[in-house]
């Protein structure tokens, strides 16, 4: 059996174009820090790091479920869509005018790990990679879990740049609903890419009590 999330797991990624409470569980992912404008070089080379290291964590479980597991278990999986947690240094002081200053920003970005993919599995497929192909942003990666808990979200479709409107959307959502953001960062769900940009939809969450 193959195991993908859009299928087992529609109450995480099933996000709507209207505000929603939501209860998110603990989840395991491999991820890095970075920071600055996430359309400079530097970012796009993590992301394609990242994307190597959950690629061979998938064909190393692949590999050995195949050679120890039974028919009716896993056997694969299909890899998780890029997240990023991101908040803006000092907003409040050196924005212009309100807007985003993509050169502050400071981010997280990960690819969340199934339940039944370990430490160690992770740590192998890392050594393996590190041999094949070789990239000095290996070193910053870490596999860690995540438990964001009571959030609001909603799916952003369009471009990047037009994300406030669907914030203002979750503001007036959570004041309506006497919830209060906590933290001054937000996460990001990108469940499309290579994709027209008024085509892309992001799920946009922030944590709430």
């Not at 174009?17 to 080379?45: C, E, L, R, W």
């Not at 960062?185 to 992001?202: A, F, G, S, V």
Request: aromatic content about 10%.
């Amino acid at each position: 059996m193959k195991y993908e999330w859009r299928k087992h797991e529609k109450a995480l990624y099933g996000a709507k174009s209207i505000p929603a409470f939501v209860d998110i569980p603990a989840q395991n992912f491999i991820m890095m820090k970075g920071s600055g404008n996430p359309n400079d070089t530097d970012f796009s080379d993590r992301v394609a790091a990242l994307y190597s290291l959950a690629y061979a964590i998938k064909m190393g479980y692949k590999s050995t479920a195949a050679k120890n597991m039974l028919s009716n278990e896993i056997q694969d999986f299909t890899v998780y869509p890029l997240e990023g947690i991101w908040r803006q240094k000092n907003a409040d002081t050196e924005s212009v005018a309100g807007k985003l200053i993509k050169e502050n920003l400071e981010y997280t970005i990960m690819i969340r790990q199934p339940a039944f993919i370990t430490a160690e599995m992770v740590c192998a497929a890392l050594e393996k990679i590190k041999v094949k192909k070789p990239n000095r942003l290996y070193e910053e990666m870490i596999f860690d879990t995540i438990h964001d808990g009571k959030c609001v979200e909603i799916l952003h479709t369009g471009s990047y740049d037009n994300e406030p409107f669907s914030f203002e959307q979750m503001d007036r959502f959570a004041e309506e609903n006497g919830l209060q953001r906590i933290t001054d960062c937000h996460r990001e769900i990108y469940l499309t890419n290579r994709t027209k940009e008024d085509k892309l939809k992001t799920i946009l969450r922030y944590k709430v009590n």
